[in-house]
């Protein structure tokens, strides 16, 4: 058999195969005669009938099978012989035979690329480390200080900024009338919409009002974003915030803490492991950064098709899902051509974590699953079986876990420096 292999862009590989006459005869005669071995017809018992009978019934479709398996076997040694790693199944063109001639085909199949990269140890980086500033612990001292409040009932004022108030109200959307009853604001807060909160400063217990809002763009309802909603409103009750004073007292209260300065210190040592997480979480981000600048290569086109489709099938999905519909524009080809650069640096990360990982010998055991499920589920023996039986989940939670240990190694590995800043600017990202 003669194999002639030529690598094209893209991870396209095709070769040539030419098959003796002399091999797919002697692989005709071997099949032919287990085809004998197990034939009986009437006059002869099985294995005794005449090669010629045999042949007259069976032999044309004993070649045609005898040409398959050639071919099948011919692609299986070829991908071996030239170690490949196909991502595609085979395929056949061009078939040339002829009784009394050789074999002729071609194989054309796509493969994983060849990664050839060393360059990913004592990557620099920078890591910025937000200081703890007085006011960040002032600000979750506060965050305190409002979760212990105590909400007293009034009755003999208009509602203020600060208070909280229970409302009922209802609304009109796409001809059905939405409400909801006894819902709690608290008003300055934010809590529903700013505009909403404001209309009620100034009403009492049992008063009732109407008006009519233009809900922003980004709102988190799709259907309501952008309209103009009448609500009608009853004030049902109003509660004042008591406040607890922030003294050694309430210190105390807290836990095991004498005086303010030690809530502080502890709320000042929290918020230093806070930000040393996240800096570390972004150090990540700058490491897949700089693994897709040292290294490009490039990638199977079914792969990137089959990716750019799941991120297009998801984009459309959300649309559908909420009811609305997509952006002007968004036709087929447009969508993929907006999703296929974030499926080919995708790819290019998974495939170049795969290479680092195969070189370092980093794997993530059984042994790591199962802590993994022990330390999150605690106390939930339905979602600890769920996750020890569930195949699909346990593959899709150890490739997380696998590409975080990939990260963590590539971190360590790395020429870091430490900066201190007082802001961190967001890492620009998909």
Same mark, same amino acid.
């Given at each position: ?203 009492r217990i049992g008063e009732k009002t109407t008006f009519t ?40 209260d807290m836990g095991d803490y004498e005086t303010i300065e030690?809530?502080?210190?502890? +709320? &000042? /040592?929290? $918020?230093?492991? @806070?930000?040393? *997480?996240? !800096?570390?979480e972004a150090l990540k981000n700058k490491i897949i950064g ?93 979602? +600890? &079986? /769920?996750? $020890?039986?569930? @195949?699909?989940? *346990?593959? !899709? ?34």
């Open positions: 058999m003669q194999l002639e292999c030529e690598y094209k862009d893209n991870c396209q590989v095709e070769f040539k195969v030419v098959v003796p006459e002399k091999m797919i005869q002697e692989r005709y005669k071997k099949e032919l005669n287990a085809i004998i071995a197990k034939t009986s017809l009437p006059g002869f018992r099985m294995g005794k009938v005449p090669r010629d009978v045999v042949e007259t019934r069976f032999g044309k479709k004993v070649k045609q099978e005898t040409i398959q398996k050639l071919i099948n076997e011919s692609c299986t040694e070829g991908i071996k012989q030239h170690d490949l790693q196909p991502v595609t199944r085979p395929s056949i063109t061009d078939i040339q035979y002829k009784d009394e001639k050789d074999l002729l085909f071609s194989v054309s199949i796509e493969i994983k690329p060849s990664i050839e990269f060393e360059d990913y140890r004592n990557i620099p980086l920078i890591k910025k480390i937000l200081e703890v500033k007085d006011d960040a612990v002032e600000s979750q001292l506060q965050y305190l200080q409002e979760e212990y409040a105590v909400l007293i009932d009034i009755d003999d004022r208009p509602i203020m900024k600060g208070d909280v108030a229970i409302v009922d109200f209802d609304y009109l959307l796409n001809g059905v009338r939405q409400s909801k009853e006894n819902d709690l604001m608290e008003i300055g807060k934010d809590t529903a919409l700013p505009e909403f909160e404001e209309k009620l400063i100034g009403l809002l233009t809900l922003p763009e980004n709102f988190i309802n799709p259907q309501m974003a952008g309209t103009d909603i009448t609500f009608n409103v009853e004030i049902k009750g109003l509660k004042e915030k008591q406040l607890p004073a922030i003294d050694d007292e309430f210190a105390k030690d809530i502080k210190d502890a +709320i &000042r /040592e929290n $918020l230093g492991k @806070e930000n040393d *997480k996240a !800096a570390q700089a693994l897709l600048e040292r290294c490009d290569f490039q990638l199977p086109k079914s792969l990137v098709d089959q990716e750019t489709a799941f991120f297009c099938d998801e984009f459309v999905s959300y649309f559908q899902q909420h009811g609305t519909d997509m952006p002007k524009g968004m036709d087929k080809e447009t969508l993929h051509q907006k999703f296929q650069p974030k499926a080919e640096k995708k790819l290019k990360l998974l495939l170049l974590l795969e290479h680092i990982a195969l070189k370092e010998n980093i794997t993530v055991s059984d042994e790591e699953y199962k802590k993994w499920i022990f330390a999150n589920f605690r106390g939930k023996p339905e979602k +600890i &079986r /769920e996750y $020890l039986i569930d @195949e699909e989940k *346990k593959d !899709a939670k150890m490739h997380e876990m696998l590409i975080d240990k990939i990260l963590n190694f590539l971190i360590d590995v790395a020429d870091i420096k430490v900066e201190v800043v007082s802001q961190v600017e967001e890492e620009s990202g998909d």
